[in-house]
């Protein structure tokens, strides 16, 4: 089972830019689509972006124009850019591989927090 493990998160300003990472334990080559997730407390986890194994995106509406998702399979990693960060960024990031229900994976990584101050 692929482990996943999500880096690159902190405290940034308003209008700021972060970059994440999603490092996968094994290959994701053969994995069709994988998604960058957000949560915040009492909020269930939304999908924010998402990335097939052609490189086909979407996005969330409240992201669009800010945030771009990639993959780079050699490296077995996702990254998420993001920019024009504002405070209802603010959550924890998580990555995971969506099965072809649409739904997540069971298993999540640690995620990593974004805060976005004003």
């Known amino acids: 089972q692929v482990q996943l493990v999500e880096s690159g998160g902190g405290l940034v300003q308003a209008g700021g830019s972060l970059r994440l990472s999603c490092a996968a334990s094994g290959s994701i080559f053969l994995v069709n689509r994988m998604g960058w997730y957000r949560q915040t407390p009492g909020i269930q986890r939304e999908l924010v972006a998402d990335i097939n194994a052609f490189g086909s995106t979407n996005y969330a509406d409240s992201v669009k124009g800010r945030f771009t998702i990639s993959r780079d399979n050699a490296k077995n990693t996702v990254y998420l850019e993001m920019s024009s960060l504002k405070p209802e960024d603010t959550a924890v990031y998580y990555c995971?591989?969506?099965?072809?229900?649409?739904?997540?994976?069971?298993?999540w990584g640690q995620g990593t927090q974004v805060t976005v101050s004003s």
């Open positions: 995971n591989i969506i099965r072809s229900g649409g739904t997540p994976s069971p298993t």
